[in-house]
């Protein structure tokens, strides 16, 4: 088991890892903690995780994640066309 200590330490690591652009399976890994027991941190319960389950901090972080995307500025040709988000091109993730 997990003390509350290292459990608070790995979640500030795994928030780390994230605003660094680790998925969650990869800050995992890094971390060494089993995918299904951060779920059940993030939901913070401690019943057995259940596949399909989808838990309120999962929605917490897709919309913090949505948060974060830029305004679309494209004009309707650059939306049809498929261009990137303004500031979410490789292009310019290379000059920043």
Do not use: N
């Not at 509350?4 to 994230?18: A, F, Q, W």
């Not at 903690?33 to 059940?40: A, D, E, Q, R």
């Not at 993030?42 to 259940?50: M, P, S």
């Not at 949505?66 to 004009?75: A, K, L, N, V, Y």
């Amino acid at each position: 088991m997990w003390d509350s200590e290292k459990k608070k330490e790995l979640m500030l690591e795994m928030e780390l890892l994230r605003s660094q652009g680790y998925k969650p399976r990869q800050a995992v890994r890094v971390l060494g903690v089993p995918y299904s027991t951060m779920l059940k941190w993030l939901e913070g319960g401690d019943r057995k995780f259940k596949r399909g389950q989808i838990s309120r901090a999962y929605y917490a972080l897709a919309e913090r994640m949505r948060s974060e995307i830029p305004e679309d500025t494209r004009g309707i040709t650059g939306v049809l066309c498929g261009d990137p988000l303004p500031g979410r091109s490789a292009l310019d993730h290379r000059h920043a």
